[in-house]
């Protein structure tokens, strides 16, 4: 019998009734108890490490589940992590790269109603996260609505609907039927290598969603307040060389070792600043290219990688290397490009 260890935080599925609407009001052993009690494959302990919507979750709060996992992973088979939905992508993404070589299954999950509803997707989808925290493979992964979603690639783009989750230029690790486990791709495992617990962090990184009309003036703030800077840019990563032109301002920020990431505003194929002359204005060396990862993947990586090193050049390095499977560079894309050009 496999020994699961649940952690939680919150989030909607903790979620009661308050004055001012719905809160996290729930203990971890309160929702361990729904956990099915038909399943003999494993058994739950429960541990309470936040109470939090996770609106609220903050880098730090990500640095302490990452510590939970790390101080009991010798004890449990795998681990569960209830989380709120809003900021669930950015919180496994963060924790892919601070929980290094694991060789277990950490798996979060949540729901969009609470788990004391009657027409709740929550018994679902703890009941399949447990599941999937039996498996024997190691690394971060979002279960929500019978998907398995590798923890770099998971995206809310939903507000309501139970189907809020999707996998974003990744397939979907496996998918969950009534207990059933049927992976859509073959899955390497992490053999032989001793997990790593890297948790420094520096949370000094702004995501700038640029629009028509972006001030260049607001790049000076930037400069002097943050030591990474995000710019999520218009189709293949652009940016406006006309009128309002960024592209003086952006290489100021390059020039004063702010560390700047380009991506792009569409959720899937990537960002490529090579094909058009608004992406190749803006294509100073030093500036990192974020390929195919998701925002929610860009941020807290950035912020691991300054929490490394204050190197530029490194942190380019570290950014443009695939961790966790949270770049894929796609060889048929890349030669469709050049048949273009």
Same mark, same amino acid.
């Given at each position: 019998?496999?020994?699961?260890?649940?952690?939680?935080t919150?989030?909607?599925?903790?979620?009661v009734?308050?004055? #001012?609407?719905?809160?996290?009001?729930?203990?971890?052993?309160?929702?361990?108890?729904y956990?099915?009690? @038909? #399943?003999? *494959?494993y058994k %739950? !302990?429960?541990?309470?490490?936040?109470?939090? +919507?996770?609106?609220?979750?903050q880098?730090?709060?990500?640095?302490?589940i990452?510590e939970?996992?790390?101080?009991?992973?010798?004890?449990?088979?795998?681990? %569960?992590?209830?989380?709120?939905t809003?900021t669930?992508?950015y919180t496994?993404?963060?924790l892919?790269?601070?929980?290094q070589?694991?060789?277990?299954?950490?798996?979060?999950?949540?729901?969009?109603?609470?788990i004391t509803?009657?027409?709740t997707?929550a018994?679902?989808n703890?009941?399949?996260? =447990?599941r999937? =925290?039996?498996e024997?493979?190691?690394?971060?992964?979002?279960?929500?609505?019978?998907?398995?979603i #590798?923890?770099?690639?998971?995206?809310?783009?939903?507000t *309501?609907s139970?189907h809020?989750?999707?996998?974003? #230029?990744?397939?979907?690790?496996?998918?969950?039927?009534?207990?059933?486990?049927?992976?859509?791709?073959?899955v390497? @495992?992490? *053999?032989g290598?001793?997990?790593?617990?890297e948790?420094?962090?520096? $949370?000094?990184?702004?995501?700038?969603?640029?629009? $028509?009309?972006?001030?260049?003036?607001?790049?000076?703030?930037?400069?002097d307040h943050?030591?990474g800077?995000?710019? !999520?840019?218009f189709?293949?990563g652009?940016? $406006?060389? @006309?009128g309002?032109?960024?592209?003086?301002k952006?290489?100021?920020?390059? @020039?004063?070792g702010? =560390?700047?990431?380009m991506?792009?505003?569409?959720?899937e194929?990537?960002?490529?600043?090579?094909?058009? !002359?608004?992406?190749?204005?803006?294509a +100073?060396e030093?500036i990192?290219?974020s390929? +195919?990862m998701?925002? !929610?993947?860009?941020?807290?990586?950035?912020?691991w990688a300054?929490g490394?090193?204050p190197?530029?050049?490194?942190?380019?390095?570290?950014?443009?290397?695939?961790? =966790?499977? +949270?770049?894929? %560079?796609?060889?048929?894309?890349?030669?469709?490009?050049?048949?273009?050009l």
């Amino acid at each position: 019998m496999k020994k699961i260890l649940l952690l939680t935080t919150g989030g909607t599925i903790a979620s009661v009734r308050g004055e #001012n609407g719905l809160t996290p009001g729930m203990t971890d052993e309160e929702i361990a108890s729904y956990f099915p009690e @038909q #399943n003999r *494959r494993y058994k %739950v !302990e429960s541990r309470a490490l936040m109470e939090i +919507d996770s609106t609220n979750m903050q880098p730090e709060g990500w640095v302490r589940i990452a510590e939970a996992v790390f101080e009991h992973f010798d004890h449990y088979d795998g681990f %569960v992590i209830t989380h709120g939905t809003d900021t669930m992508g950015y919180t496994s993404a963060a924790l892919s790269y601070m929980l290094q070589n694991i060789v277990k299954p950490v798996v979060m999950t949540g729901s969009q109603v609470p788990i004391t509803y009657e027409h709740t997707d929550a018994m679902r989808n703890i009941g399949d996260a =447990a599941r999937f =925290a039996c498996e024997d493979l190691g690394g971060v992964f979002v279960v929500f609505d019978g998907k398995v979603i #590798n923890g770099t690639r998971a995206v809310k783009v939903k507000t *309501r609907s139970f189907h809020a989750f999707t996998s974003i #230029n990744y397939p979907y690790v496996a998918m969950i039927d009534r207990g059933e486990v049927k992976y859509t791709k073959p899955v390497s @495992q992490v *053999r032989g290598k001793t997990v790593k617990l890297e948790v420094s962090l520096c $949370p000094d990184v702004f995501l700038l969603k640029l629009h $028509p009309g972006s001030k260049p003036e607001l790049f000076d703030f930037l400069k002097d307040h943050y030591k990474g800077v995000i710019i !999520e840019g218009f189709g293949l990563g652009g940016v $406006p060389t @006309q009128g309002r032109s960024l592209i003086m301002k952006i290489n100021e920020l390059v @020039q004063s070792g702010v =560390a700047v990431v380009m991506t792009t505003q569409c959720l899937e194929e990537g960002e490529d600043r090579t094909l058009y !002359e608004v992406g190749r204005q803006a294509a +100073d060396e030093r500036i990192i290219s974020s390929k +195919d990862m998701n925002s !929610e993947a860009i941020v807290p990586k950035l912020m691991w990688a300054l929490g490394k090193t204050p190197d530029v050049r490194e942190v380019k390095r570290i950014m443009e290397t695939p961790i =966790a499977d +949270d770049i894929a %560079v796609s060889v048929r894309g890349e030669l469709e490009r050049l048949d273009f050009l």
